[in-house]
């Protein structure tokens, strides 16, 4: 019933946001940690290139596929020098695929790492790869078909579909992969999918009073069941949750915007600059003006 109502409220809500690209460049973009509101996935082509987190650093092999997800600060890299940096590289929203998902299979899985911001790498088989590099350049392909018709048309509305549906074979065969999504995991698929779906619904809506009365009622389910579910899931109670990803999203705009702190509190969903500042200061140890200050460095 949760993972149901959920799955129309987003389609009722939110837009279906969906981009892809093949990058073929002599280095990356990025030189310091940033995130994304939306899911980011990456395939690697060539053999140079790694992901720089928060608590570490991953090397992204050719033919590996890497899965960040919503709100994960992060940057790529290039590992080695000379040489092009290849890559595909796919942004989306949870809402995308949401209505593709079923309780016994919910697509997002294989971006599960428990509730820690960290990258999640899969080392598909030689078999997979050309499977995997099939539907990208189907989904490049069909992109491109819809972008050549209007907007809204019936031509460009069936390319949007095969591509969703691409993107669909393409994370249900990580999820074969990855069976447990990265995390093992005693409670149901029913009840795995429901956490999920919550703990996108917090990633969207973090900038607003986000109460458990209020997210019981948006799936269905009583404060109690909420509890459990999620804790069980995510090994996170709601509220920590919640104030984590407040927390990751105040630090990528203390350091990547010259926003006030004052404002950036309101923006990350606190009501008044000391509130703010008490939960900062209580998870990272120093208050937003001086980790701002340091540059990020706590």
């Given at each position: ?19 892809i ?25 060539s ?11 991953l090397?992204?092999?050719a ?6 997800d ?8 290039k ?72 907007p ?5 509305l ?22 447990h ?17 919550i703990?996108?619904?917090?990633q ?6 986000l ?6 009622r948006e ?17 996170i109670?709601?509220?920590?949750y ?23 509190a ?26 701002r ?6």
């Open positions: 019933m949760a993972a149901n109502h959920r799955r129309s409220a987003c389609l009722e809500r939110f837009p279906q946001t969906f981009s690209q093949r990058k073929v460049t002599p280095d990356t973009e990025k030189r310091r940690l940033h995130l994304h509101e939306q899911l980011e996935l990456i395939v690697a082509v053999d140079n290139m790694g992901c720089q987190y928060e608590t570490g650093s090397p992204i092999p033919g590996s596929v890497l899965l960040l919503a709100l994960t600060p992060h940057y790529i890299y590992s080695s020098p000379g040489g092009m940096v290849d890559r595909y590289v796919l942004y989306f929203s949870s809402e995308y695929v949401s209505s593709l998902s079923v309780p016994e299979l919910n697509l997002l899985r294989c971006f599960y790492r428990n509730h820690t911001p960290v990258p999640g790498l899969v080392s598909p088989p030689e078999g997979e790869r050309l499977a995997i590099r099939r539907l990208l350049d189907e989904m490049l392909l069909s992109t491109a078909q819809a972008a050549d018709h209007s809204g048309s019936l031509e460009a069936t390319y949007g579909m095969q591509t969703r549906f691409l993107l669909g074979q393409l994370l249900a065969l990580l999820n074969r992969m990855c069976p999504g990265g995390a093992q995991t005693a409670a149901s698929p029913e009840a795995v999918s429901t956490a999920l779906f703990k996108s619904y917090i969207e809506h973090y900038s607003r009073p109460r458990a009365d209020d997210l019981a799936f269905y389910i009583s404060k109690t069941q909420l509890y459990k579910t999620f804790h069980q899931v995510l090994g109670s709601v509220g920590g919640i104030t984590q990803i407040r927390i990751i999203k105040a630090k990528d705009l203390l350091v990547n915007s010259s926003y006030p702190v004052e404002l950036i309101g923006k990350v969903g606190y009501q008044n600059l000391s509130a703010f500042s008490r939960a900062f200061k209580a998870h990272v140890g120093v208050t937003p003006n001086t980790f200050r340091r540059g990020g460095g706590s």
